[in-house]
């Protein structure tokens, strides 16, 4: 099943040529690029969920089902006016009991994270995992997308040429970081993202996953 939003939010986008981090150009300077594409991931402590028999029971030997999302992989088109992530995983489950066919419905969400912090889109989606009667084990693919407007992926000019101005050994500034400057960090965390993917879990599923 599919899950899919427009989130009109600024990724980085420094203008870089051809040029790979870290490569030193044809007049002795050192390059800086960074991808308009956001950092797909998952989310620490939604990565998988446990289901239990009975309502509030934690132990091991209630449990009825646990589901892991694995294979996240991410895809980016960012040639257009659009910059379109996607991201594609697969969930694995076990179940305890076999006894009967069973269809497990599990919820599932994608997020859009500014700065490291700051959740800017959201969009919930499910996911159906089948077992066959005598079957323990079962895996359905998922996949969820962003699309970012590239207008809103610039960075500022001034703080574009401060991260990709060609810097030589012995200038005063050849050894210093950019993104010392405060006003340079601001600015590309303001323009940093992730797409994170998780399972949309309950508070009571969080606090299992943090503790046990």
């Not at 028999?53 to 991410?74: C, F, Q, Y």
């Not at 970012?148 to 000019?157: C, G, H, M």
Request: some cysteine; aromatic content about 4%; overall charge neutral.
């Amino acid at each position: 099943m599919k899950a899919s939003f427009l989130a009109p939010v600024a990724l980085a986008l420094v203008l870089g040529g051809c040029a790979r981090t870290g490569e030193i150009d044809a007049s002795g300077g050192i390059t800086a690029v960074r991808s308009a594409c956001p950092i797909v991931g998952v989310a620490a402590g939604t990565g998988d969920v446990t289901l239990f028999k009975t309502p509030g029971a934690t132990d091991e030997r209630s449990i009825d089902l646990v589901a892991n999302m694995t294979n996240v992989r991410g895809n980016c088109a960012d040639s257009g006016t659009d910059i379109v992530t996607s991201v594609t995983f697969d969930v694995e489950a076990r179940r305890t009991d076999t006894t009967t066919a069973r269809d497990v419905v599990l919820p599932y969400y994608i997020a859009i994270v500014r700065g490291g912090t700051n959740v800017v889109a959201k969009r919930i989606s499910r996911v159906n995992i089948h077992f066959d009667a005598g079957q323990a084990r079962g895996q359905v693919a998922g996949e969820a997308s962003a699309t970012v407007a590239r207008s809103a992926a610039t960075l500022p000019d001034d703080v574009r040429e401060k991260l990709t101005r060609r810097r030589k050994a012995g200038d005063e500034d050849a050894a210093v970081d950019p993104l010392t400057n405060p006003e340079v960090r601001q600015a590309v965390a303001s323009a940093s993202f992730e797409a994170l993917v998780g399972f949309q879990l309950t508070d009571a599923q969080l606090k299992y996953n943090a503790t046990r």
